[in-house]
């Protein structure tokens, strides 16, 4: 009966069989099994890369404390009304049956500018007012005649461009008649056109941020 006992050695030898007793109730038992040499390593530690982490962020829109992607708004001012102006003043002179004129300064722009990030979505508006000022030259009454003026561009918003309207006004022209002043303002209406052209990329330069 030799075999037999070392059949339960080797039993032994691979799991250890404890029981135990409850306040003398019914028994338990349970096996732990030994490491044995060809038993898988345990895993190391390993150290993450910069690779690594930035594979690991989430695909959020919005700052880095915003990995939820929930409500956040950033303020746009300063780069709308820097890139505004720098686009308007960059429109083509414009040349008439009479004379030619061209955008001299950007004297107003003023508004607001803004992304907002809502449940990991983005959304851009604005709303601006501008004044540009003209200067040109007009042949009037044979003569070669300096004009200058403004254009105003009331209140306009994101998406509203098909709508906007301007107004021109005419500076120092007392002496012109009021047929010769009709005519320039009409002239000078043809700036509608390219500015809101302009405006209309700065649209989606704005949607792209």
Known sequence: ???????????????KEKEGSEGGGGSYRYWVREATADAAPLPLPKKLSPQDHLHSQPNTLGSVWNTAGTWEEKNLNNWATHRIKELLLSVAS????????????????????????????????????????????????EEKRMVK???????????ELDDLQMKVQLNDVKDL????????????????????EKLLQFE??????
């Not at 989606?204 to 941020?209: I, P, T, V």
């Open 204 to 209: 989606q330069e704005l949607k792209d941020r």
């Open 177 to 196: 008649s009021e047929q010769e002043k009709q005519t320039i303002s009409q002239d000078l209406k043809l700036f509608l056109q390219p500015v809101r």
């Open 94 to 141: 414009l040349e008439f049956s009479a004379g030619k004129a061209e955008i001299a300064q950007v004297s107003k722009c003023s508004g607001d500018a803004f992304l907002v990030i809502v449940r990991n979505k983005k959304r851009v508006g604005y709303t601006y007012e501008l004044t540009l000022k003209i200067k040109g030259e007009w042949i009037v009454k």
């Open 1 to 15: 009966m030799e075999n037999g006992g070392g059949g339960d050695k080797e039993c032994n030898k691979n799991n």
């Open 149 to 159: 003026g403004d254009i105003d561009f009331h209140e306009f918003s994101f998406g």
